[in-house]
């Protein structure tokens, strides 16, 4: 996975990486409003969902330490980087900001 996700994130599209838990209850509300803000931005940019208990290394190289934390990347750069649930228009505004 580690290959993939840097294959991911080093795309020229903005990359916004969910970092959750399946046992994470505000990880299940940002998950449904991240589907809304995928049909927002269409295919301007991705959005990749990664299980912090599957993938702990990948978590720990970018330093998430709660959940849900969302990161954006692109190129391979990572731009922006919070803990917490978002809200559809704030996380819409950011990726197109970035496309």
């Not at 580690?2 to 990880?27: D, G, H, M, Y």
């Not at 809304?36 to 290394?57: C, F, L, M």
Request: charge should be neutral.
């Amino acid at each position: 996975m580690s290959q993939k996700f840097q294959e991911i994130i080093n795309s020229e599209r903005p990359v916004l990486i969910s970092f959750f838990a399946t046992w994470c209850q505000p990880c299940k509300v940002q998950s449904s409003v991240l589907n809304s803000v995928k049909e927002n931005i269409g295919e301007t940019a991705r959005i990749i969902k990664v299980d912090v208990d599957q993938y702990a290394a990948i978590a720990s190289q970018y330093g998430v330490r709660s959940v849900p934390t969302l990161a954006l990347f692109k190129n391979g750069e990572l731009l922006w980087k919070e803990s917490g649930v978002h809200d559809v228009n704030t996380l819409t505004q950011l990726l197109q900001q970035y496309a």
